[in-house]
């Protein structure tokens, strides 16, 4: 999966880059631990931002984190840099010997979404497959318009449509697994 | 849905109070509302802890983010400040009528858990139900032992059993309501 912090939009549907937020990188890389994902990607074109993150690596994966709570070194060690989304498919191509099929995530129904059982499909595929989540309010409408799949939003029933990114990633690789 | 801060464990098992973490309120009040929930009790019995929910609660609920983010104010109003559990519970009794039937939840398998199916025909039933979750290391043993029920870990296939209680909330209310 990447996580995308440019392209997204704002709240008021302007495209920005967001700022990478800590938690979002433990609770999403331990998720990503328990249903079995071979990467997350943390997407940013900010040097500010990367470089964060290579810091919260380098305490929790190399440095006196990772003696203190190896649970957590083994979670965020599936975490890789990516300055474009371009980029993170490079380096899936790369490792597992061909592009992915990519699913873009929104909390809004579009045209020709893919369903729940549907996804399982395709990423049960011999194709690697990279699920795609956006900060801030969403992804931009540029990643929307170019991925090969759009998958359903979470709905809960009631039409209340805003999880946090933290629980939307959760929910979706729980549905995905089961 | 209850989310305790006392009693619960630490690393090494002792038992301890947690401090509230923002980020908790937020997400957590926000699947709440998406499945349907009709109270989020925060639990904690350290006055400044209070005060803090009381603070958060203020500005996004009645202060000025009420109306800069109208859908984090229908969130958030869903929380309701309780000492201890025995006062949540005593809160649902004395607003629907009846205690709770209440149920833990843990990253542990342990004797006559309550599987997800199993779950969903007891929130189904006429007497109100109360989901507990744990911050910290997970509720403590005392918590546990006088529970009604106790429900199956998330697992993903892997034995990785190392969710946020933000992920863990969202994947079992997310599957208690399909």
């Known amino acids: 999966m990447a996580l995308i912090h440019h392209p997204v939009v704002d ?6 880059a967001a700022a990478v937020t800590a938690l979002d990188l433990h609770d999403i890389a331990r998720v990503s631990k328990t249903f079995g994902l071979d990467a997350f990607y943390v997407v940013t074109p900010l040097e500010d931002q990367q ?3 290579r810091r919260i690596l380098a305490h929790w994966v190399t440095g006196v984190g990772a003696q203190y709570n190896p649970d957590r070194r083994d979670a965020l060690s599936l975490i890789r840099l990516a300055t474009h989304l ?3 498919t490079a ?22 979404n893919l369903n729940f059982d549907d996804l399982r499909s395709v990423v049960m595929q011999e194709r690697p497959a990279l699920l795609l989540f956006g900060t801030a309010w969403g992804l931009a409408p540029e990643v929307m318009d170019r991925v090969d799949f759009r998958l359903d939003p979470i709905e809960g029933g009631g039409g209340y449509n805003h999880l946090s990114v933290r629980s939307a990633v959760s929910i979706v690789l729980d549905r995905m697994w089961r």
Chains 1, 2 share one sequence.
Do not use: F, H, Y
């Open 91 to 112: 380096d899936m191509a790369g490792r597992w010997g061909a592009a992915p099929v990519t699913i873009a995530t929104s909390a809004r129904r579009s045209s020709n």
């Open 51 to 53: 470089e964060l993150v």
């Open 86 to 88: 371009e980029a993170a």
């Open 11 to 16: 709240k008021n549907g302007q495209t920005i």
